[in-house]
Each structure stands twice: as structure tokens, then as C-alpha cells.
């Protein structure tokens, strides 16, 4: 059998299949690039699903993780760090003004299980609101709060109860805030990218401020794709203008080491005691090393600044094309009138890595903040030939 089948047949005969995969072993990594099985090089504006903000093998990441790999592997929050220390402080930093308490965690759907539980405790209430369309994690509290019969059937029974509204409509959320007082919190992806890199008009965040005070919820920004200067800033909500309560984070935050986090307010953090939460690999050192490896990077080489430029540059190169861009920085939906389906598979066929949505005619590109000019082309070039590959129309002769 050879490397590939071999690769393949293992993961497919001893992994739970719960994945659907590209037939695709990836080896090697570097910048905006990764590597197959057969040695082929594809432009990977996927990112491994929005992860890796510095691109593959980001040199000061890896050598922050082989120094802290050689020092200290582990050790639980029961003693302090340096490390922790170190990414704590480059991450509040960063973190806008007014959220500068950290909780480090895992993974996304920890981050928002945290924010859900530290809000109920905050606020005493019980309830939560959350919008169609969102995605927020697949552990049980977490999918509760994700939209969608497909995630939630066979689990519905042990589901924290979730008011879903429509997102981008600030007078659901009124009228649901208005009638029913045990509202704890109103968790919200900023922009729901994969319902289809969706927007809202920025009333829209001040007005969701604004009633959240008002009815004393406590607002969620789920920034696990949004966060880490994705889209420009260090927080979606700084360019909103409006700040929410508390601020989830995953992904990109450790360039693919993983590691989450939520940042709250100090007026928050006072309420929160010993054994309200708590997490034992949350905060570990190497995770540690990788977060402040990739936040000093960032924020040292003042990498937030290329995602408009990165945005503009991308629809420059498309404007020949009947392709609308949707989001911000380097969050991306390019909005098509045909199903994306075949022209993902056309992109990777022509050396291009993209992602789907749950929107047929929406493909979402995630590049890194150091994504070069170079690689703009690549990516324009592969996208006119599988372009005319899609939209060839069909021979009357075959
Ligand atoms: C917006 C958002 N929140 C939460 C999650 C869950 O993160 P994780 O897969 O790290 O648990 C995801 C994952 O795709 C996400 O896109």
C-alpha cells in the first residue's frame, strides 16, 4: 500500500467518522502555503478553518514553542508561570479597553461554554438569547446555543432551553428582552461566518449594546473567527465603536497550538470566585508560548493594518468576475450566482485552498494577515482558470 492509501485507510478505519474530509493528506506547511502527500503546493487561504492568522510555521511561534517545549512542557494554573505570565499581559494589551481580565481555556466551544456559565453566575438569571444562524461550538452548552436542526437533532432533550431571534434585528431582541426578565446573556457572532460571512449594519451592534444594559444582560461577542486582528482590529467591536461584556477567542490566537479565552470586565471579575470555573491544560505553558509568540508578532509588525488592505486587494483582483465580497479583513464570503460547490473543488484542483458556507452561493476565504501581493496573484490567477472551467458552457457534441 502506498504512503497515501495508507495515510487514508488508518484514519478512515480507526477514527470516529464524524469528519467529512478532501481527500487530501497535508505534510508541510510554510507561510501561505501547505504541501501533499504527492508533494503538490497549494495557497491555503482556508487556514485549517480560520487558524492560522500568521500562516503556516510562523517562525517566531515555532521557535517560541521549541524553547518553551525544551524548558517546561505543563503545569496546571495550581502554581504561576512566567509564560502565562507573559501571554497574559501581551494579550490584555491587545484586548480592548475595559475587557483586560483573561480566562485561557482550550478551544472555542470552552471559550463560549465559560462565557455562558460566568454570565449566568454574574447576573443570576438563567436564560439565553442567541441568533439564528450562529455558530458557537458543539459541546452541549455551546450547541445550544448554535442554530441549526442538523447539530441540535438527537440532543434536543438535554439542551439548555435557547430563545433563537433573527440576527441583525435589534427589535426581536427588544421584544424578547421586554418579555421575558431571566435573560442572562445575548451571545452573538459578530459576523456569522459560516452561515455565510454575514453582517449587520453597525446600529445594529450599538442598539444590542444599548438594550443589553438596559435589561442587565450580559452581551457575548463570540469573536472566535472575528478576534485576534482578523478583520482589522484587535476586537470586531472596536470598530463598531461599541464594546460587549465579554469577548471569546480560539482559533487564530495560538496559530494552531490549541488554546482559548475569554476576556471580561474587572467589574465582571470581581463577582467570579475560586471554583467558578476552571480548566486543567487552560493557560499551559507551550499554549502559552504560542499565544505570545503570535500576539507580539502581530502586534510588533503591525500585521492588523494589511487586513483592509488585503480585503481591497482580493476585489480589485475580482472585479471582472459576478463575484460580490462579503465581511471584513481577512474574513472573507465571495458572494457568487452560482453554487460555490464546484468552483472550491475547481480552486483546489488549481492549487487553491477555500472553504464553503452554509450559504450554497457564498465561498469564504480566511488569508493570513501576512498574506504577500504574490500570493493575491497566485490565488487571481487560479481563480480565472477554475473560473473558466465552472462557466465552460456544456458541448452540444458530448
Ligand atoms: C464562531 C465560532 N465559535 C465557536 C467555534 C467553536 O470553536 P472550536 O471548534 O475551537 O470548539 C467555532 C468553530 O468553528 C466558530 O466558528
Same mark, same amino acid.
Given at each position: 500500500?502506498?504512503?497515501?492509501?495508507?495515510?487514508?485507510?488508518?484514519?478512515?478505519?480507526?477514527?470516529?467518522?464524524?469528519?467529512?474530509?478532501? !481527500?487530501?493528506? *497535508?505534510?508541510?506547511?510554510?507561510?501561505?502555503?501547505?504541501?501533499?502527500?504527492?508533494? +503538490?503546493?497549494?495557497?491555503?487561504?482556508?487556514?485549517?478553518?480560520?487558524?492560522?492568522?500568521?500562516?503556516?510555521?510562523?517562525?517566531?511561534?515555532?521557535?517560541?514553542?521549541? %524553547?518553551?517545549?525544551?524548558?517546561?512542557?505543563?503545569?496546571?494554573?495550581?502554581?504561576?508561570? &512566567?509564560?502565562?505570565?507573559?501571554?497574559?499581559?501581551?494579550?490584555?494589551?491587545?484586548?480592548?479597553?475595559?475587557?483586560?481580565?483573561?480566562?485561557?481555556? +482550550?478551544?472555542?466551544?470552552?471559550?463560549?461554554?465559560?462565557? *455562558?456559565?460566568?454570565?449566568?453566575?454574574?447576573?443570576?438569571?438563567?436564560?439565553?438569547?442567541?441568533?439564528?444562524?450562529?455558530?458557537?461550538?458543539?459541546?452541549?452548552?455551546? *450547541?445550544?446555543?448554535?442554530?441549526? %436542526?442538523?447539530?441540535?437533532?438527537?440532543?434536543?432533550? @438535554?439542551?439548555?432551553?435557547?430563545?433563537?431571534?433573527?440576527?441583525?434585528?435589534? =427589535?426581536?431582541?427588544? /421584544?424578547? *428582552?421586554?418579555?421575558? !426578565?431571566?435573560?442572562?446573556?445575548?451571545?452573538?457572532?459578530?459576523?456569522?461566518?459560516?452561515?455565510?460571512?454575514?453582517?449587520?449594519?453597525?446600529?445594529?451592534?450599538?442598539?444590542?449594546?444599548?438594550?443589553?444594559?438596559?435589561?442587565?444582560?450580559?452581551?457575548?461577542? =463570540?469573536?472566535?473567527?472575528?478576534?485576534?486582528?482578523?478583520?482589522?482590529?484587535?476586537?470586531?467591536?472596536?470598530?463598531?465603536?461599541?464594546? !460587549? =461584556?465579554?469577548?471569546?477567542?480560539?482559533?487564530?490566537?495560538?496559530?494552531?497550538?490549541?488554546?482559548?479565552?475569554?476576556? @471580561?470586565?474587572?467589574?465582571?471579575?470581581?463577582?467570579?470566585?475560586?471554583?467558578?470555573?476552571?480548566?486543567?491544560?487552560?493557560?499551559?505553558?507551550?499554549?502559552?508560548?504560542?499565544?505570545?509568540?503570535?500576539? %507580539?508578532?502581530?502586534? &510588533?509588525?503591525?500585521?492588523?493594518?494589511?487586513?483592509? %488592505?488585503?480585503?481591497?486587494?482580493?476585489?480589485?483582483?475580482?472585479?471582472?468576475?459576478?463575484?460580490?465580497?462579503?465581511?471584513?479583513?481577512?474574513?472573507?464570503?465571495?458572494?457568487?450566482?452560482?453554487?460555490?460547490?464546484?468552483?472550491?473543488?475547481?480552486?483546489?484542483?488549481?492549487?487553491?485552498?477555500?472553504?464553503?458556507?452554509?450559504?450554497? /452561493? @457564498?465561498?469564504?476565504?480566511?488569508?493570513?494577515? +501576512?498574506?504577500?501581493?504574490?500570493?493575491?496573484?497566485?490565488?487571481?490567477?487560479?481563480?480565472?482558470?477554475?473560473?473558466?472551467?465552472?462557466?465552460?458552457?456544456?458541448?452540444?457534441?458530448?
Amino acid at each position: 500500500m502506498n504512503n497515501k492509501m495508507y495515510i487514508f485507510e488508518t484514519e478512515d478505519s480507526f477514527q470516529v467518522p464524524t469528519y467529512k474530509k478532501l !481527500p487530501l493528506a *497535508l505534510l508541510k506547511g510554510e507561510g501561505s502555503y501547505v504541501w501533499d502527500q504527492d508533494g +503538490n503546493r497549494y495557497l491555503d487561504f482556508y487556514g485549517g478553518h480560520c487558524v492560522a492568522i500568521l500562516g503556516h510555521c510562523p517562525p517566531p511561534v515555532v521557535k517560541a514553542i521549541q %524553547k518553551q517545549a525544551e524548558t517546561m512542557l505543563f503545569y496546571s494554573n495550581l502554581v504561576y508561570s &512566567d509564560i502565562r505570565a507573559e501571554a497574559t499581559e501581551v494579550l490584555t494589551s491587545l484586548a480592548p479597553e475595559g475587557l483586560k481580565k483573561a480566562f485561557f481555556c +482550550n478551544s472555542g466551544t470552552e471559550a463560549n461554554e465559560t462565557a *455562558l456559565k460566568l454570565a449566568r453566575k454574574v447576573t443570576g438569571k438563567s436564560g439565553v438569547v442567541a441568533t439564528i444562524g450562529g455558530f458557537h461550538g458543539r459541546t452541549l452548552g455551546s *450547541l445550544a446555543v448554535t442554530w441549526g %436542526k442538523k447539530y441540535h437533532e438527537g440532543y434536543e432533550a @438535554v439542551l439548555p432551553k435557547t430563545h433563537f431571534i433573527p440576527f441583525g434585528e435589534a =427589535d426581536a431582541l427588544q /421584544n424578547l *428582552l421586554s418579555e421575558n !426578565p431571566d435573560i442572562a446573556a445575548f451571545i452573538l457572532e459578530p459576523i456569522q461566518s459560516i452561515a455565510g460571512v454575514t453582517q449587520a449594519e453597525v446600529e445594529y451592534y450599538r442598539k444590542v449594546r444599548f438594550l443589553c444594559e438596559k435589561y442587565g444582560v450580559i452581551l457575548i461577542f =463570540d469573536e472566535v473567527q472575528t478576534g485576534v486582528g482578523r478583520t482589522g482590529t484587535f476586537s470586531i467591536s472596536e470598530a463598531y465603536g461599541m464594546q !460587549p =461584556d465579554m469577548i471569546t477567542l480560539a482559533k487564530s490566537l495560538g496559530s494552531g497550538i490549541p488554546v482559548g479565552a475569554v476576556l @471580561v470586565s474587572e467589574t465582571i471579575s470581581k463577582t467570579i470566585q475560586i471554583e467558578d470555573q476552571g480548566t486543567t491544560f487552560g493557560g499551559g505553558m507551550v499554549a502559552m508560548a504560542a499565544v505570545s509568540a503570535t500576539l %507580539k508578532h502581530i502586534r &510588533d509588525e503591525k500585521l492588523m493594518l494589511n487586513a483592509p %488592505k488585503i480585503f481591497r486587494h482580493l476585489q480589485s483582483e475580482l472585479t471582472d468576475y459576478p463575484v460580490r465580497l462579503r465581511g471584513r479583513g481577512c474574513l472573507i464570503g465571495l458572494e457568487m450566482d452560482i453554487p460555490v460547490g464546484p468552483m472550491v473543488a475547481a480552486l483546489r484542483q488549481n492549487g487553491v485552498l477555500t472553504g464553503g458556507s452554509a450559504h450554497p /452561493n @457564498v465561498m469564504r476565504l480566511m488569508p493570513p494577515l +501576512n498574506t504577500q501581493p504574490a500570493d493575491i496573484a497566485v490565488f487571481a490567477q487560479a481563480f480565472h482558470t477554475a473560473y473558466a472551467s465552472v462557466s465552460a458552457p456544456v458541448s452540444s457534441l458530448s
